[in-house]
């Protein structure tokens, strides 16, 4: 009997959701593939220099111009499943907090847009994102 290991190349993301007291949650409009013009939880890829956690405070800003303090970042897990990003297999670390209503955005980065949509009327979200932020706000109830 002969055995073979085949390993496939893992990506590290971190997404995150920001509520409002209001139940509002930031979204940005995807400007590339995979789902360019699509919504989604602002979030990318974990730097070689960073931990997720650094890489979610540093995506927020760059994506929404939002600041969030890591201390302020809630981890509320991290998801895994194959085929849920269809570039490969990505793992990502999704981290959870609340800001002030009226809180100002800026798209940039990657971003198209940025945007506060209400949690009753969302629109179709990318990849698993709606998964990730059900968990959110289950985690805030």
């Known amino acids: 009997m ?14 995150i959701v920001i509520v409002t007291p209001d139940r ?6 995807r400007g ?8 989604a939880l602002p979030g990318g ?3 070689p220099s960073e931990d997720a956690l ?11 111009g939002v600041r969030v303090a890591a201390d302020d970042l809630r981890e509320i897990g991290a998801w895994h499943s ?16 609340i800001v ?3 809180t100002p955005l800026v798209a940039g980065d990657d971003a ?15 990849f698993d994102h709606a998964d990730i932020l059900g968990a959110a706000v289950e985690a805030t109830s």
């Open 2 to 15: 002969t055995y073979t290991e085949t390993f496939e190349t893992i990506r590290l993301t971190a997404d």
């Open 24 to 29: 509002h949650v930031l979204l940005i409009e």
């Open 32 to 39: 590339w593939d995979p789902y360019e013009g699509h919504w």
């Open 45 to 47: 890829h974990v730097d």
């Open 54 to 64: 650094d890489a979610a405070v540093r995506e927020l800003v760059e994506e929404t």
């Open 82 to 97: 194959p085929g849920r990003d269809p570039r490969g297999r990505y793992v990502t670390v999704a981290y959870l907090a």
């Open 100 to 102: 002030p209503t009226g």
């Open 112 to 126: 198209r847009k940025a945007q506060w949509w209400p949690l009753d009327a969302l629109p179709p979200l990318a």
